[in-house]
């Protein structure tokens, strides 16, 4: 069974920086895309970002909004999922999800908070 | 900026038929954009629907399907049942990532 377990959400100032995590299991971590969404409080579904495998170069691409401020990484020896946060705005507040590389399975996401 | 615009907000009765549609602003959608779709419940975490167009999840009930229809992509509710009431998410494919659609609040009355 594929899980997808998110963690490390929490309330931040502007400004501020936060990682968050992604434990998969029930799939070879390896060898997926995986991508990170983000659902602020009354609103759409939006893309943040993905991560290809190491044996397509690991590369990362980024919607407008976030890139330069947020990198997508990953552990194969974990099978782990990172999403590194910085320059934190209040618009950023949201339930972040990662899924898998077609989207067909979702974590319970993880609530990111900016506020001061 | 790539903008995927469906209808905000749609009704349809208990055992009616009802279709969702999904636009891009860079012109008419094709099989190339890999149109999704997907359902949310309030409080819930986004279940994939349809992917690929037509192609339906092991665990996607008979009664939804997609296609293509007119230069947009079509989420269609066949047999509506009170459990559809929910959201619904299209996703496109673009060359450096995807862009969900606005969502489409659909009511079952």
């Known amino acids: 069974e594929v899980q997808l377990v998110e963690s490390g959400g929490g309330l931040v100032k502007p400004g501020g920086s936060l990682r968050l995590s992604c434990a998969a299991s029930?799939?070879?971590?390896?060898?997926?895309?995986m991508n990170w969404v983000r659902q602020a409080p009354g609103k759409g579904l939006e893309w943040v970002g993905r991560i290809k495998t190491k044996t397509d170069g690991a590369t990362t691409d980024y919607a407008a909004p976030v890139k330069g401020r947020f990198t997508i990484s990953r552990d194969d020896s974990k099978n782990t999922l990172y999403l590194q946060m910085n320059s934190l705005k209040t618009e950023d507040t949201a339930v972040y999800y990662c899924?898998?590389?077609?989207?067909?399975?979702w974590g319970q996401g993880t609530l990111v908070a900016v506020s001061s | 900026q790539t903008v995927v615009t469906q209808e905000p907000s749609l009704t349809v009765s208990p055992g009616g038929t009802v279709t969702l549609t999904c636009a891009s602003s860079?012109?008419?959608?094709?099989?190339?954009?890999?149109p999704n779709w997907f359902q949310q419940k309030p409080g819930q975490a986004p279940r994939a629907l349809i992917y690929?167009?037509?192609n339906k999840h092991s665990w996607t009930p008979a009664r939804f399907s997609g296609s293509l229809f007119g230069g947009k992509a079509a989420l269609t509710l066949s047999s509506v049942q009170p459990e559809d009431e929910a959201e619904y998410y299209c996703?496109?494919?673009?060359?450096?990532?995807?862009?969900f659609g606005g969502g489409t609040k659909l009511t079952v009355l």
């Open positions: 996703l496109l494919y673009y060359g450096d990532g995807v862009v």
């Open positions: 860079t012109g008419a959608v094709t099989s190339g954009y890999y």
């Open positions: 690929s167009t037509s």
């Open positions: 899924t898998s590389q077609y989207f067909d399975y």
């Open positions: 029930g799939f070879t971590f390896s060898n997926a895309w």
